[in-house]
C-alpha cells in the first residue's frame, strides 16, 4: 500500500511526553508520510480536538495525565463514535505486554504498537493499514446509509401516489409523479375519492422545500386529507382542517403548502374549485377528437396553507356540459426550463419555462393522440423539452366524467422513476 494513502491526514498524537512526541515526529518524517500532526496532551485536549470532526487518525499513548491504561482508549473511542466518519485510532505506548495489546485491539484500537519497538517503516504501514480499514467502513456505512434511503424514498413515493377510492366506472382517473433530477423528495401529494353521495373530491399539494421531511410532510397531509372526506367532512371544512394539522406537524413556521381542491357534483353537471395559494387546475372539454384545454378562472384564490395573514378559501363554481377532464398540476410542470421556441414565461434575470400557457400547449397537441396515456406522455414531453430530468418534482392528476355509458374512464398510475426514463 502507498504513502499516498496518509497523504495531507491530519494525525492527532495524544502523548505528554515532550521527548517522545519529538520521537514520534522523527519517524514521521522518516517514515516519508505526508501528514498535518497535532498534538494533545491529554484525553481532555484530545477530545476537544476530535469534536472539530477533522482529525482522520488518532496515535494515541496510554499513560496520561486523566487516564491510564485502556480508560484512554475507551474514553475516545466512544467520543468518536457520535462522529459521521469516526477516525482511525493506533496505540502507540510503552508497555510492551501483549495481553494489553489483544484488549487494547478487542476494545477499538487499529494496531497496537510499542514504544522503542517501532521503526518508521512500521510506523508508517500501521497508519496506512489503519487509516485504509477506516475509509473501507466508510464506504460500508455510506452503502448501507443509501440502501436504508432507497428503502425509505420508495416508501414515501408509494405514499405520495395512491390508489384513487373512485366507483363510478365512467370517471377517469390518471395519476403521475415526476421525481427531480436532485435525488431528494419534494412534498407533491395528491388523491382521488369518491363519496358516497357520488359527488368526486380531488386534491394535488406543494410543500414548500424539498427532502425527506417535507416528503414526509406530504404523505402526513395527503393522509388527513383523505380521513377529511372520507368522514364525510363538508368540502368548504377540509382545507382549514388540513391546515390545522399542518400547523402540527411541519418542522418549522416557515413551512407552508400550496393546494388545489377540486369537487366534481354528483350529477357531473358542475365542479367546484378551491385554490389556497396553487396554480389554477386546466379544463378539458369539447367532443372527441377536438378536445381542448383551457386554464380556470384564479379570481377565487386564496392564501396558501400555513401562511400567517387573513383569509379563508371560498369556492368557485364551473358548469360542465357533457365529458370534461380537470388536470391538476404542480408547478414543477410549468417551471421547466426549455428553449426560447417553447418557453412562455421568462423570470426576472431566468432563464425561459414553459409556463402554464406552454403546459396548455403540450397537452393540447399530446391530445391530438389517444385520451389513454395521456398523464405518461405529457410527463415524457415535459422531460424532453427540459432536456432531461426536471430540477423540481412534478404531479399530474387528471380527473374527468365520459359522459356516455358506452365508453367507460381511463384508469392510469404513473411513477416516472428518473432511472428508467434515462433509457
Not at 378551491?274 to 377528437?289: C, E, I, K, M, Q
Not at 425561459?352 to 385520451?371: A, K
Not at 365508453?407 to 398510475?413: D, M, P
Request: aromatic share 4%; hydrophobic share 45%.
Amino acid at each position: 500500500m502507498s504513502s499516498a494513502a496518509v497523504h495531507g491526514v491530519v494525525l492527532l498524537l495524544v502523548e505528554d511526553d515532550d521527548g517522545d512526541a519529538l520521537l514520534v515526529s522523527e519517524l514521521l518524517e522518516d517514515a516519508v508520510v505526508d501528514v498535518e500532526l497535532r498534538r494533545a496532551r491529554s484525553v481532555e485536549d484530545a477530545a476537544g480536538e476530535i469534536a472539530r470532526g477533522d482529525v482522520e487518525c488518532l496515535l494515541l499513548d496510554l499513560g496520561l495525565p486523566d487516564a491510564v491504561g485502556l480508560d484512554a482508549l475507551e474514553r475516545l473511542r466512544s467520543l468518536a463514535a457520535t462522529l459521521p466518519d469516526p477516525p482511525a485510532l493506533v496505540v502507540l505506548t510503552g508497555n510492551a505486554d501483549a495481553d494489553q495489546g489483544v484488549r487494547a485491539v478487542a476494545a477499538g484500537a487499529d494496531d497496537y504498537l510499542v514504544k522503542g519497538e517501532t521503526d518508521p517503516n512500521l510506523l508508517g504501514r500501521s497508519l496506512r493499514y489503519a487509516l485504509q480499514r477506516r475509509r473501507a467502513a466508510a464506504q460500508e456505512r455510506a452503502l448501507f446509509r443509501g440502501e436504508v434511503r432507497a428503502v425509505e424514498t420508495a416508501r414515501l413515493e408509494r405514499a405520495l401516489l395512491p390508489t384513487p377510492l373512485v366507483a363510478d366506472p365512467h370517471v377517469s382517473v390518471m395519476v403521475g409523479y415526476l421525481p427531480g433530477r436532485d435525488g431528494l423528495l419534494g412534498g407533491d401529494f395528491f388523491d382521488t375519492v369518491e363519496r358516497p353521495d357520488k359527488t368526486v373530491m380531488s386534491v394535488i399539494g406543494d410543500v414548500s422545500g424539498h427532502g425527506p421531511d417535507e416528503a414526509a410532510l406530504g404523505a402526513t397531509l395527503r393522509t388527513a386529507w383523505r380521513t377529511l372526506v372520507l368522514t364525510d367532512t363538508p368540502p368548504d371544512r377540509v382545507l382549514p382542517l388540513l391546515e390545522r394539522v399542518l400547523l402540527t406537524e411541519r418542522s418549522g413556521t416557515g413551512v407552508f403548502v400550496t393546494l388545489c381542491q377540486v369537487v366534481v357534483s354528483a350529477d357531473r353537471r358542475s365542479v367546484d374549485l378551491y385554490l389556497a395559494g396553487h396554480l389554477p387546475p386546466l379544463l378539458l372539454t369539447g367532443p372527441v377528437g377536438d378536445v381542448r384545454s383551457q386554464v380556470l378562472d384564479s379570481s377565487a384564490r386564496g392564501r396558501a396553507l400555513g401562511i400567517p395573514v387573513e383569509g379563508d378559501w371560498h369556492p368557485l363554481r364551473v358548469d360542465v356540459d357533457g365529458p370534461f377532464s380537470v388536470i391538476l398540476h404542480t408547478d414543477g410542470l410549468v417551471e421547466a426550463e426549455v428553449d426560447a421556441e417553447h418557453a412562455t414565461s421568462v423570470p426576472t434575470r431566468g432563464v425561459p419555462r414553459l409556463g402554464v400557457p406552454g403546459l396548455c400547449r403540450v397537452i393540447d397537441e399530446e391530445l391530438d393522440g389517444e385520451f389513454a396515456g395521456l398523464v405518461e406522455r405529457v410527463l415524457r414531453r415535459v422531460r424532453d423539452l427540459h432536456g432531461g430530468p426536471l430540477v423540481d418534482d412534478a404531479a399530474l392528476l387528471v380527473v374527468g366524467w365520459t359522459a356516455r355509458a358506452d365508453i367507460l374512464g381511463e384508469r392510469s398510475s404513473t411513477l416516472a422513476d428518473s432511472v428508467e426514463w434515462a433509457r
